[in-house]
């Protein structure tokens, strides 16, 4: 099998790479963090991982339970750079729970008819009914990130999305729904570590594409481009949720922690849920450490 785009990604690490990236891929070794700011060295144990894995899961179907009885409805948004780790993460919540229920949501590019529309409306027809929850990987913060790093939108139409997205999440919390949105933090390194493990693999290479390419030679407007958009974005009523996720593990099960906290279902456990983890999860300041 071909590699997509020719082994871009390997050409960049070749060529374009900063030195300390480079340096901390090569020289790491076996579960070691590459990113030298994240707070542990390596990785989470796996068996303590599956363990408490295993525990959250079962509160994530009360959790289910309890919204399919009251009718409440639950919107958890993920976001972050490519490769951050939002698949994996979604994955885990919602394997154990009802998919006629549980829904991830994840759109493609607009089609023409919805390029023409309001740009939060094709967003507004997946919102959850009764008794749901929705998953979205990615959201309407394309345009505050990618689309104005890559020129997708003008200046003015982001500027525009920046004026109207507060008071659409605030007409979604005041309808009652629960709206939690998660930003998914990854360092350099491992995310250019991520990618060679993709283009290497011939089952996912389906997940890279051109835009992982160019984006590497674009971090730095992304940083900008992420700091703005969350500051300008983090409400009382719709607040960030940063999770570092160089370490997939401890980023699943905090990120699953950071909702089951926040709700007072049935039969919660709280011992089961354990304490989240404030070096791994944080407000807007943990963007940087």
Request: proline share 4%; with cysteine.
């Amino acid at each position: 099998m071909d590699l997509p785009f020719d082994g871009g990604i390997s050409r960049f690490f070749a060529d374009s790479a900063p030195n300390a990236v480079r340096l901390a891929i090569n020289g790491a070794k076996k579960n070691q963090i590459l990113n030298p700011d994240y707070p542990y060295v390596k990785r989470m144990n796996r068996n303590a991982y599956e363990d408490e894995l295993a525990a959250l899961q079962i509160e994530l179907v009360r959790l289910q339970a309890w919204a399919r009885a009251t009718g409440e409805r639950i919107v958890v948004v993920f976001e972050g750079r490519d490769a951050a780790g939002k698949g994996g993460t979604i994955s885990r919540f919602r394997e154990n729970l009802n998919p006629r229920h549980a829904r991830v949501v994840a759109l493609s590019k607009p089609s023409d008819v919805e390029a023409g529309q309001w740009y939060f409306q094709r967003y507004i027809d997946h919102m959850p009914s009764a008794g749901e929850i929705v998953l979205f990987d990615r959201s309407w913060y394309n345009r505050g990130v990618v689309e104005h790093v890559f020129e997708f939108c003008t200046p003015e139409a982001r500027e525009k999305w920046f004026g109207q997205v507060n008071t659409f999440e605030n007409m979604l919390v005041d309808e009652g729904i629960k709206l939690f949105k998660i930003w998914l933090n990854v360092g350099q390194a491992t995310q250019l570590k991520r990618f060679l493990d993709r283009e290497a693999d011939p089952l996912k290479q389906w997940k890279l594409s051109w835009i992982d390419v160019e984006g590497l030679n674009r971090w730095e407007a992304y940083t900008k481009a992420i700091d703005e958009t969350i500051r300008r974005t983090h409400t009382d009523a719709a607040p960030w949720t940063i999770v570092r996720s160089d370490d997939k593990r401890r980023a699943r099960l905090n990120a699953i922690r950071s909702v089951l906290t926040t709700l007072d279902y049935t039969g919660r456990d709280d011992k089961s849920l354990e304490s989240i983890d404030p070096l791994v999860v944080g407000g807007p300041d943990l963007l940087h450490g």
